[in-house]
């Protein structure tokens, strides 16, 4: 078969504009969310990213490779989290065109991130006259992550739907106790750059390392880096199924208290645990015989309790909390017999209001939403061998503040041996965001070696072994209770001590890498042309 040669005479082949370029990856963004739970097609995730890299590398200006960045990000945004819409909307009160408006301003200034990481290369990438290679496998991965990251702590964070949670079944997942979720991010990012390589005369060592990779992911998935830790605890995690609508609905409140009190007291276990704002009131509005009725039933049946309830310390300052009954009060942590874990990391315009949006909370209906933020180091609570350490929703995104507990806890104690998230999404009804919790659950125990308990309103209340692995789930929008025995874990990850800083380092390397190389790369080229 014969190829027909290029027509030396024909005029050039017309280049894409930016708008073209914009509109490809705002859709190759908006399908990355079938990388994430529920789907799990992690692949199309990096072949999203490299999509975005080869269209940013075409780009005819800095300009334009940020405007191709924003519009990923966009598409990544407004497709990942649209159920944001039912929460605003359908139970915040919303009108639906500024719900729909307001989905849209959040994908608008999450894209910035993109915008910012990808403009960043294209301008080194010019400055230093950088070889194609050495943009693929170091900038471009290196930015990509490095802006994740900063979207996750800046100005409180937004991390949902960071790029590295489609990879907790990926070969990748072995890398996560070691640089967690961004440093899992990063080596997607850098799979996706090493793909683009493969009609360029590096590809077979493209290749080789994108082969590598997968390779070490699996084998580190085999190291076992914490140790199971006395003996099994009894657990009942409660999903109550409460809708909505009717959870902060006067009429409703007792009828709910009642169906609480009726599953907690149901059968005795070492371990009882309701969801995230299982009673609405505040204790000192409870009847007078609610919480010690709960207090007789544990201590005579030798159970434990963790019950979402909000608490106040004054007339001001109210916290999102979980209250422990111990079956020994002795154990309890703090004054009154009770054990007590405040929200820390609170929700920007659900739990806490920035300054200056008051207005925009206004538009909504939200109760309890302008909140206290607890200490960022509290002590677990403690179940015979076990130590659980609560964390409350959203917090569980954020993944370094729960290693940082482990790796220093309070009071003198010794770290947890299992994570519990008590959560209520039925803000979200039922949407991909009650799957994609559940993995960002799945992300923390690879980091920590710890199982998770989850004890949702309407899921997903699971238990997670130390390794990833749902063990056992309840059905979503169902009322249950999931009964199961689970083994604590101690021992130390390298996530829990450095937290994000190995991945940080690395992404630094990367860069300095890339300049090396340019560097080296010009100076190659100097001495050919001498």
Request: aromatic letters at 10%.
């Amino acid at each position: 078969m014969r190829f027909r040669r290029a027509d030396p005479n024909a005029p050039p082949k017309p280049q894409r504009s930016t708008q073209g370029r914009m509109l490809m990856t705002a859709v190759a963004g908006a399908l990355c969310v079938l990388g994430f739970a529920p789907f799990g097609w992690w692949p199309l995730e990096i072949l999203g990213l490299a999509t975005l890299f080869y269209q940013v590398l075409r780009s005819s200006s800095v300009k334009a490779a940020g405007l191709i960045g924003w519009a990923f990000g966009f598409g990544w945004t407004a497709a990942g989290i649209h159920w944001l819409y039912v929460s605003m909307h359908d139970h915040g009160g919303m009108p639906a065109p500024l719900a729909v408006l307001a989905v849209a301003l959040l994908g608008w200034a999450m894209g910035f991130y993109v915008a910012l990481a990808m403009g960043t290369a294209a301008w080194l990438r010019k400055q230093w006259a950088l070889p194609l290679p050495a943009a693929n496998l170091l900038l471009l991965p290196a930015l990509w992550s490095l802006f994740e990251w900063l979207r996750g702590w800046l100005f409180t964070g937004f991390p949902w739907l960071s790029s590295g949670y489609a990879h907790n079944h990926s070969p990748l997942a072995g890398f996560a106790p070691i640089i967690g979720v961004y440093g899992l991010g990063w080596l997607a990012a850098l799979i996706a750059g090493a793909l683009l390589l493969v009609f360029h005369r590096t590809r077979l060592r493209a290749l080789a390392l994108v082969v590598a990779i997968s390779v070490a992911g699996v084998g580190l998935s085999f190291i076992a880096w914490t140790h199971p830790e006395g003996q099994p605890i009894s657990v009942r995690l409660i999903q109550g199924n409460v809708p909505q609508e009717e959870k902060f609905d006067g009429s409703r409140v007792a009828a709910v208290m009642r169906q609480y009190q009726d599953a907690i007291t149901a059968a005795p276990a070492d371990l009882i645990a309701t969801p995230e704002t299982a009673i609405v009131m505040l204790p000192q509005q409870l009847p007078p015989d609610y919480l010690p009725g709960l207090a007789q039933f544990m201590h005579q049946t030798n159970s434990n309790l963790i019950l979402g309830i909000p608490m106040a310390d004054s007339r001001t300052a109210y916290f999102n909390s979980v209250l422990g009954i111990s079956a020994n009060p002795g154990a309890a942590q703090v004054a009154g017999g009770y054990y007590r874990y405040d929200k820390h990391h609170l929700v920007p315009y659900g739990e806490f209001i920035p300054w200056g949006f008051r207005w925009f909370v206004n538009l909504m209906s939200i109760p309890l939403g302008d909140q206290t933020s607890g200490p960022d180091i509290q002590p677990a609570f403690p179940i015979k061998d076990q130590r659980v350490l609560p964390n409350i929703c959203y917090e569980d995104l954020f993944g370094e503040e729960i290693a940082a507990q482990l790796n220093t806890p309070a009071q003198g104690q010794q770290p947890a041996t299992m994570l519990l998230n008590v959560s209520n999404l039925a803000w979200f009804g039922d949407t991909i965001a009650i799957p994609q919790h559940l993995q960002i659950s799945q992300m923390r125990t690879l980091e920590t070696g710890r199982p998770m308990l989850r004890a949702t309103n309407t899921g997903a209340t699971a238990i997670i072994d130390g390794r990833g692995a749902v063990r056992e789930q309840l059905p979503v929008n169902t009322t249950g209770t999931l009964a199961a025995n689970v083994q604590g874990m101690a021992g130390t990850t390298p996530y829990i001590v450095l937290g994000n800083k190995l991945f940080l380092a690395l992404v630094l390397l990367s860069i300095g890498g890339a300049w090396l190389w340019a560097k080296r790369s010009r100076a190659a080229k100097n001495a050919a042309t001498s």
